[in-house]
Nanobody
Framework: QVQLVESGGGLVQAGGSLRLSCAASGGTFSSYFMGWFRQAPGKEREFVAS????????YYADPVKGRFTISRDNARNTVYLQMKSLKPEDTAVYHCLADKFYAGNSVSEYDYWGQGTQVTVSS
């Protein structure tokens, strides 16, 4: 069973950048398909990006394509989300998720969640 802890959130002005990290423990990190989701107040959980076990395949939601980059370092048991050109509509709690199998963009397919890290983008 894997435990996930996110970090790197904060307050940033529109147009700025942040890098989120998600550290995993308690499992073999390279055996997990990883994803990032976000949830803004009053809104549904939203897929952001996901990455395959070796990092060779990445997937993005349309609103973040070209601005966000997901990556992983299996030696460090960490997955990252580099966010650039941030917009106020990116404001949300960002969660890291994991699953042994391909989980894509469906939150219900993931077995493990982190507590999340708050990202606030001011206009």
């Amino acid at each position: 069973q894997v435990q996930l802890v996110e970090s790197g959130g904060g307050l940033v002005q529109a147009g700025g950048s942040l890098r989120l990290s998600c550290a995993a423990s308690g499992g073999t990190f390279s055996s997990y398909f990883m994803g990032w989701f976000r949830q803004a107040p009053g809104k549904e959980r939203e897929f952001v990006a996901s990455i395959s076990w070796s990092g060779g395949l990445t997937y993005y939601a349309d609103p973040v394509k070209g601005r966000f980059t997901i990556s992983r370092d299996n030696a460090r048991n960490t997955v990252y989300l580099q966010m650039k050109s941030l917009k106020p509509e990116d404001t949300a709690v960002y969660h890291c998720l994991a699953d042994k199998f391909y989980a894509g963009n469906s939150v219900s397919e993931y077995d493990y969640w982190g507590q999340g890290t708050q990202v606030t983008v001011s206009s």
